[in-house]
Nanobody, 123 residues
Framework: QVQLVESGGGLVQAGDSLRLSCAAS????????MGWFRQPPGKVREFVAG????????YYTDSVKGRFTISRDNAKNTVYLQMNSLKSEDTAVYYC????????????????WGQGTRVTVSS
């Protein structure tokens, strides 16, 4: 069982940066691959970025490549999403999720979810 709590969202201007954090409970955090998803207003939840259990493999959706960076600190049971050069289309509720699989982007492949943190980017 893993419980996830996101933080770090807020209101920023286009071009700004923001770092999201996701704190996990449980002693098995390092055995999970982690992902960030987002749900823009009125749209479906979509995959943003993923990282394997050790942190040496990452993958991103095309729209955030070069701007977002996912990382993790297993000693702190935390995964991060550094978001740079934010655009208005990045406005969404951001969720972190955990899976025992790797290189998966489908929502159904993730077993545990946080409650989400809202990011609003004004243009």
């Amino acid at each position: 069982q893993v419980q996830l709590v996101e933080s770090g969202g807020g209101l920023v201007q286009a071009g700004d940066s923001l770092r999201l954090s996701c704190a996990a409970s449980g002693r098995t955090f390092s055995s999970f691959s982690m992902g960030w998803f987002r749900q823009p207003p009125g749209k479906v939840r979509e995959f943003v970025a993923g990282i394997n259990w050790s942190g040496d493999r990452t993958y991103y959706t095309d729209s955030v490549k070069g701007r977002f960076t996912i990382s993790r600190d297993n000693a702190k049971n935390t995964v991060y999403l550094q978001m740079n050069s934010l655009k208005s289309e990045d406005t969404a509720v951001y969720y972190c999720a955990a899976t025992r699989l790797f290189l998966v982007t489908a929502r159904g492949e993730y077993d545990y979810w946080g409650q989400g943190t809202r990011v609003t980017v004004s243009s």
